[in-house]
């Protein structure tokens, strides 16, 4: 004879398992994003409604500092974040005016909104701004 019970036991593990790998893939969704070129970039603001991207460059210790503070507004809002190094990509640098780095770009639907070159700037600045300048 078969238990009635076995199979919601298992489907309650199943769910279970299901909702903890729905919040591990909400927790990886919330990080910034690495992007490696601009069909990247392009792709990454059509596909979030609100976003802000980090222009950085290796060794640039402002923008090493600007990590921590890019993966708590990650996790603190509900602006999808990426990091593009633009590295010798002439078009992409001149696209952006990059001048120098850390150089942060907030996008509304696609389309770049604002932007700041101030160096290092603390988590509660940078969302503030964020929220000001993505407000819908």
């Known amino acids: 004879m078969t238990d009635p019970t076995a199979g919601d036991a298992g489907e309650t593990a199943d769910a279970g398992e299901t909702a903890e790998a729905s919040d591990q893939a909400t927790e990886r969704s ?11 970039l392009e792709a990454f603001v059509a596909d979030h409604d609100r976003a802000l991207l980090e222009f950085y460059t290796e060794g640039c210790g402002i923008c090493a500092s600007m990590e921590p503070v890019l993966s708590g507004v990650a996790r603190s809002t509900d602006v999808a974040i990426g990091t593009i190094n633009p590295r010798d990509d002439p078009p992409l640098i001149e696209r952006f005016d990059v001048q120098s780095v850390p150089l942060l770009v907030a996008f509304v639907d696609g389309e770049p909104v604002a932007r700041r070159a101030d160096g290092f700037v603390p988590a509660e600045e940078l969302t503030e701004w964020l929220e000001s300048e993505t407000d819908e």
């Open 30 to 40: 919330k990080r910034p994003v690495t992007l490696e070129s601009e069909a990247d």
